[in-house]
């Protein structure tokens, strides 16, 4: 039986970097170990197996935290209170400004509620924002370019950056996949971090809209720190730990529309 959970060294390793960064991709692996990515796969499904890890779409994380969500199945999980928080932070947003609109169907269901205004320009590096805003009239919707990456058709990289920062937003429209109780606002792939840090430097306002499950949730890299956002729209109040990372009036929840 012994025998049988001796890890190979590219295990232990695969194990390790799972501790330390809580969530790790199958491409960054096979990158890192020169190797293919069934290869990378078919070590995870055997750290799952043996319960050191535990195997997500796209990657691994530690057993019951870091757990990175299709995009379909992050789109069917608390559809009604992303609806809500869509509702308010449109809410927030005037006829006549320009916003950056992130990606995630938290964004998605934001882009829905917009669909309300008169007169707005969007950018935005979601194929499928733009989508849903297409023949709005009085909307004007400009995708950022840059690569494709993911199954939610977002685009990234220096491309992407360098058209948003040729803009002066009213607001960012920030999402991400975890808040923790420090204020560590969390994402999973850092060249989706890098252009919604890109796009808060030239806003106005910024906005961080979040379902109350990424309060549960870890993820492996930091997007900002809870109080660099002017704004928190989310469908419940945050826990205790995080209530002194921001103003209470700087929370936005349903009761409040």
Same mark, same amino acid.
């Not at 491409?27 to 197996?49: C, G, K, N, P, Y």
């Not at 990606?103 to 008169?118: D, F, I, M």
């Given at each position: ?9 590219? +295990? ?7 501790? &330390? ?11 890192? !170990? ?11 499904? &055997?750290? %799952? ?13 530690? @057993? ?24 308010? *932070? ?6 006549? +400004?320009?916003? !950056? ?13 917009? @669909? ?8 935005? $590096?979601?194929?499928?924002?733009? +989508?849903?805003?297409?023949?709005? $009239? ?31 937003? %009213? ?15 969390? %994402? !999973? ?10 796009? *808060? ?39 205790? $730990?995080? @209530?002194?990372?921001? %103003? ?10």
């Amino acid at each position: 039986m012994l025998e049988e959970t001796v890890l190979n060294d590219r +295990q232990s390793q695969i194990v390790d970097r799972v501790e &330390r960064l809580g969530f790790v991709t199958i491409e960054a692996l096979a990158e890192e !170990f020169r190797v293919s990515s069934q290869t990378v796969r078919r070590e995870i499904i &055997r750290l %799952d197996e043996l319960g050191l890890i535990q195997r997500f779409h796209g990657g691994a994380g530690r @057993r019951g935290s870091g757990e990175r969500l299709s995009h379909e199945v992050k789109r069917q999980r608390e559809a009604d209170h992303k609806a809500h928080i869509g509702a308010l *932070m449109a809410s927030r947003v005037q006829d006549g +400004q320009s916003i !950056f609109l992130d990606v995630g169907t938290t964004a998605e269901a934001t882009a829905q509620a917009l @669909r309300n205004k008169k007169r707005l320009t969007v950018v935005t $590096p979601s194929a499928n924002i733009a +989508q849903i805003l297409l023949n709005v $009239p009085g909307l004007e919707i400009i995708l950022t370019g840059g690569r494709v990456i993911g199954d939610d058709l977002s685009m990234a990289g220096p491309i992407a950056i360098a058209h948003v920062v040729k803009h002066r937003f %009213d607001w960012a429209i920030i999402a991400c996949s975890a808040i923790e109780d420090d204020g560590a606002v969390l %994402d !999973f792939d850092a060249e989706k971090i890098a252009l919604k840090q890109a796009a *808060m430097e030239v806003s106005r306002r910024q906005a961080l809209i979040a379902d109350s499950s990424k309060f549960t949730r870890s993820a492996r890299l930091e997007i900002a720190r809870l109080d660099s956002f002017d704004l928190l729209v989310t469908d419940a109040p945050p826990p205790v $730990p995080l @209530r002194s990372r921001i %103003d209470s009036e700087r929370v936005l929840l349903p009761g409040d529309l």
